[in-house]
């Protein structure tokens, strides 16, 4: 059960921090059997250790003390620079000086951006490590990506974001040759921006891609596609959008389920169960984070809302990754098209 | 009742053509009292004209003739060269040649744009008009646009979008002081595309705008915004996404309703007025139309899955842009920010 891997969680991140973070990061250590090194503020740390169940406390873990927390706030440069001692830049040295292997955390997403970039460090010859968001679907969940990484973007980073998703879709997602496509607005050759329609030429011709063309917004959740690649703004966008719009229909249905009287009322009693397994199918929890790809070591960063089962998943995800090989696989697909993405970057 | 108002309406356009657009249509010019030209084959629209009720024919309308139809497929380049006949070009030169004062069409999106730009003619000083969707939510509909007219876009033509957007929101939606966001991925100032930020920077000083800065995503259905502005690479994608997870959303309920044995079948049957009232709440039809703003005349774009009742809907709220007189409103909001916009036009 026990193995190798030794994953770095940020303590304090997140809306609830230790709370939720600790038993979710234990939890998983019990279940994938890596060790975790609790990051954050010692006192908080084990007050939180001290209500946990003690088949928790037998996990192998240890607490790697951080002693500045990190305001929601704050520019994420500011914390690179003035907060060197922050749970999230200490459990980004954790994994630069080899002390650990992945770092996990629900803080800040700007700073963890940014201190994976700026600590860990990038892949050689990737420009831009972008976030990637598993969403849940009525059928298989989608990747998409950059969800906010990268506010404006050259097509040659398109085309990398494409090759690091295929990579984990398929460990990941399980998928065995991950469909790609470039979210546009017509799904025809030719449609979208400039940049889009430079980074859908360099995947025609891609190594090991199975490219299948522009995909539209109605495409990430109706139609038959495994990887959706955009810059961070139009995903972010469609990110927030998504959660914005499902927030929005379950309360307008909640409000008309109970207010028309007795018969709607019994009715959504008896809907009930049908409910919750609509809410756990389109639970963020489920996949509990988005990897950034393109670091040279891994990290994982959580939805600020994050419950501990979000954590839990999370960390689970990280496990997966580094048992699966993923980051090796993604070396090989940017190595493959390495000449690809140089004569791309020199054409910009 | 009746009034001067001439409506070109294309019989032709959407997926059921003159079957739904012919009756949509009279019922429209029964309410408001406009003249309606029922432009496309003459003969398809007297066929439908034969199955409908005798007060329906009481309407002051008539049937301008147009011989050719366009292909969903088709180029909206091919379309403006090679179908000089087609009901969309007709309908717009009637309104070019003053015989009409409004054109709407469930037809190729493509082709009513680039008709209403290359016939109808732009606003002087506007380079690019723009299509403007009204996004049902919970509780009052926002005004998004661009919505897919233009790929890419200058901040003066985002700043223009928002003077626009403001003046048809005031009119048809009914906000006193409509406020206006732009979409962007931080609340803050500063975040966003440089394209975003300038655009921000001009919309602060703008006169008569009610500028409520940058909003996200999330905002289009669950924030406090009336106007949402963006590029039409964006604005379609969200558009589209959200159409694909309100279905996917319905349809997963509706599965998990029906499968899971009986006691779900009958909360699904008690509940079905919340879901039909819910249904009713998210109807496009309820608006009809997407107007294309910046023309000299006006024109509304339907969605091509249009029914009766969204075609009645386009047509009279068509009849309210003209009665309102809202094309001066927005001559004047744009005349206001004339300077403006020509500096920031000539500093790109």
Known sequence: MKNSNILAV????????????????????QKCGAKILLVGIESAIQ??????????????????????????????SDILRQKKDSSIQVACRLVKDGKAHSVISAGHSGACVACGMFIIGRISGVE?????????????PRLVLDVGANVECKPHHLFQ?????????????????????ILSIGEEEGKGTCTVKEAYDLLKVAHNINFVGNVEGRDIFIGNVDVIVCDGF?????????????????????KELLGNGLL??????????????????IDYAEYG??????LQGSSFVCHGASNSRA??????????????????????????????????RSSV
Chains 1, 2 share one sequence.
């Open 10 to 29: 940020d303590a304090m991140g997140g809306d609830f921090g230790p709370s939720v973070v600790v038993p979710g990061a234990l939890k998983a250590g």
């Open 47 to 76: 007050e939180v250790l001290d209500t946990l169940p003690d088949d928790l406390k037998t996990v192998d873990f240890s607490i790697v003390h951080a002693s500045q927390v990190v305001d929601m706030h704050e520019k994420p």
């Open 128 to 140: 831009r490590p972008c976030l990637a968001t598993i969403m849940p679907t009525k059928t298989t």
């Open 161 to 181: 974001f494409a090759l690091m998703g295929s990579a984990f879709a398929k460990d990941i997602l399980g998928y065995e040759e991950p469909s790609v496509g």
């Open 234 to 254: 139009v995903g972010n966008i469609a990110l927030k959008l998504s959660e914005g719009l499902a927030l929005s229909l379950f309360d307008i249905l909640k």
């Open 264 to 281: 709607p009322k019994i009715g959504a009693f008896l809907a009930k169960k049908a409910f919750k397994n609509l809410a756990k199918k």
């Open 289 to 294: 984070a988005a990897p950034l790809l393109g």
């Open 311 to 344: 954590i839990e998943n999370a960390v689970l995800m990280a496990n997966t990754y580094l048992e699966k090989g993923t980051h090796n696989r993604l070396l090989a697909n940017l190595k493959e098209n390495e000449e690809l993405t140089s004569y791309a």
